[in-house]
């Protein structure tokens, strides 16, 4: 019998957070990703700073953790164990998935690679459309007209916009990774 597992996109687009206007990963997610702990991640990253520079990795402030824990991103800050947690861009987690040297590890950074750079398309796919609603937001403000009558409606239009880039995150085939195994060990 075989077994496969499995990271939905769904699952990794939701511990993409933005800090320092970067898209970044926890640590504790990530280890829970790759099937390590948290620690043993972190080891690794200590082992190796030399291939971690700041825009690869970065440690949160006192501060960015009361937000993420405000935001759910963390539960608590008693779940961090008194240590403030680590952070991966991109790249660092493409470099993490050097340093643990497992297949698994190769596996879950491809996904959350393409998870990124379908993030990014989908942005860009988009940015005429913000643009647009910029450029009518400020003709509407030059014309004098009251801007606050519009606000339902520009709302609603951002709205969509949040639609159509989930749809089209949704829309493009999905591979599942992770390791198959039979019941029997073999």
């Known amino acids: 019998m075989e077994k496969t597992l499995v990271i939905s996109d769904e699952n990794v687009i939701n511990k993409i957070y933005t800090v320092r206007g970067r898209k ?7 280890a829970e990703m790759y099937g390590v702990e948290t620690r043993r991640l972190n080891e690794q990253v200590r ?3 030399d291939r971690f520079p700041k825009h690869f990795m970065f440690k949160l402030t006192e501060e960015e953790v009361k937000w993420m824990v405000s935001q759910n991103a963390i539960p608590s800050r ?11 861009t ?11 040297k497992s297949p698994k590890a190769v596996a879950v950074s491809i996904k959350i690679i393409d998870i990124f750079v379908r993030l990014r398309e989908a942005l860009l796919d988009n940015k005429d459309i ?5 450029q009518l937001d400020k003709r509407l403000t030059y014309i004098g007209h009251d801007v606050k009558m519009h606000d339902g409606e520009i709302e609603t239009i951002f709205e969509l916009i949040r639609e159509i880039m989930d749809e089209k995150l949704r829309s493009r085939p999905r591979n599942p990774i992770g390791f198959k195994t039979n019941a029997t060990g073999k």
């Open 78 to 88: 008693q779940v961090l164990g008194g240590a403030l947690p680590n952070v991966f």
């Open 90 to 100: 991109e790249h660092g987690v493409l470099m993490l998935a050097n340093v643990l």
């Open 130 to 134: 913000v643009l647009k609603l910029e």
């Open 24 to 30: 970044v990963m926890l640590d504790r997610d990530l």
């Open 47 to 49: 082992r190796n700073t």
